[in-house]
């Protein structure tokens, strides 16, 4: 059992990227699917969520309206569209999978399954 987030890597200001999230060893369609990210020195932040069922989504403030939760459950993968990427953007951003309910979904204790993190970097 287990989810494997890739697609990070070097990108200038401004540039989008998209990061992939792939579970095995279950079924990610009873799930919501979560990103987080870390930055250097700092703690770990929920980004944006997508529930299962509805797709409902919820986005920390700083990357709404650039970050978007896709899901395409007949791949059993999760997606972080990145548009728009900032230097503060930079982070390891990692997946994760849970049964949250709306009021913790920033809670990383909420989810059960976690990737291993891929690394965003933004600069000129």
């Known amino acids: 059992v287990q989810l494997q987030a890739s697609g990070g890597g070097l990108v200038q200001p401004g540039s989008s990227l998209r990061l992939s999230c792939v579970a095995s060893?279950?079924?990610?369609?009873?799930?919501?699917v979560a990103w987080f990210r870390q930055a250097p020195g700092k703690e770990r932040e929920a980004v944006g969520i997508r529930r299962s069922s509805g797709g409902m989504q919820w986005y920390t403030d700083s990357v709404k309206g650039r970050f978007t939760v896709s899901r395409d459950d007949a791949k059993n993968t999760a997606y972080l569209q990145m548009n728009s990427l900032e230097p503060d953007d930079t982070a390891v951003y990692y997946c994760a999978a849970g049964r949250p309910i709306m009021s913790t979904w920033r809670n990383s204790r909420s989810y059960y399954y976690w990737g291993q993190g891929t690394q965003v970097t933004v600069s000129s």
């Open positions: 060893g279950f079924t990610l369609d009873s799930y919501a």
